[in-house]
T-cell receptor
Framework: AQKITQTQPGMFVQEKEAVTLDCTYD???????LFWYKQPSSGEMIFLIY??????QNATEGRYSLNFQKARKSANLVISASQLGDSAMYFC???????????FGSGTRLLVRP | GAVVSQHPSRVICKSGTSVKIECRSL??????MFWYRQFPKQSLMLMAT?????????EQGVEKDKFLINHASLTLSTLTVTSAHPEDSSFYIC????????????FGPGTRLTVL
């Protein structure tokens, strides 16, 4: 079974609008961490936001927020006020203590339209 | 945040040669380093986990004799692709973990390997 599932291969959003990128995960660990990374065409992995499994409040980092629904095992990324520079690949990832590794989803390519 | 460098950023080599990629943590000591591989338009796939001073742990399906990993110090890990072939052409990314917190894992800029 997939540990991390991103069901949207590609997304479009109009500049200045908000967009939600979906991510669901599967783990039997009680303690785990969820991440979102941005990968522009240059290839570098840019850390965006992190949510710990025990964190009760949704994480926020500037225009990025993580909609964490533990019971549904979802960790969607919300980007508010999209900018042209947000066009990139976005990866959801999960860290499990039991496996001691970071597992990535298949990614979502976001294109921001002017 | 902490900085991880990779060298070279891009390498082109002939089939049959070996290529070494370096991953350095510049301003912190990395207890663990990870090596990933990414094919075009695909996700990052973990190849191996290396801890300083010990043998690397390879993921299932990764040939350890082909992808040699050495983590000789707390700031340097190397990946050597031995007898490279065109199918080894890929984007290789390392990451380094500083401590025990989940968010303390930092990625290098990646190395694009092209084998002719």
């Amino acid at each position: 079974a997939q540990k991390i599932t991103q069901t949207q291969p590609g997304m479009f959003v109009q500049e200045k609008e908000a967009v939600t990128l979906d991510c669901t995960y599967d783990t039997s660990d009680q303690s785990y961490g969820l991440f979102w990374y941005k990968q522009p065409s240059s290839g570098e992995m840019i850390f965006l936001i992190y949510q710990g499994s025990y964190d009760e409040q949704n994480a926020t980092e500037g225009r990025y927020s993580l909609n964490f629904q533990k019971a549904r095992k979802s960790a969607n990324l919300v980007i508010s006020a999209s900018q042209l520079g947000d066009s990139a690949m976005y990866f959801c990832a999960m860290w499990e203590d039991s496996s001691y590794k970071l597992i990535f989803g298949s990614g979502t390519r976001l294109l921001v339209r002017p | 945040g902490a900085v991880v460098s990779q060298h070279p950023s891009r390498v082109i080599c002939k089939s049959g040669t070996s290529v070494k990629i370096e991953c350095r943590s510049l301003d912190f000591q990395a207890t663990t380093m990870f090596w990933y591989r990414q094919f075009p338009k695909q996700s990052l796939m973990l190849m191996a986990t290396s801890n300083e001073g010990s043998k690397a742990t390879y993921e299932q399906g990764v040939e350890k004799d082909k992808f040699l990993i050495n983590h000789a110090s707390l700031t340097l890990s190397t990946l050597t692709v031995t007898s490279a072939h065109p199918e080894d052409s890929s984007f290789y990314i390392c990451s380094a973990r500083e401590g025990l917190l989940y968010n303390e894992q930092f990625f290098g800029p990646g190395t694009r390997l092209t084998v002719l």
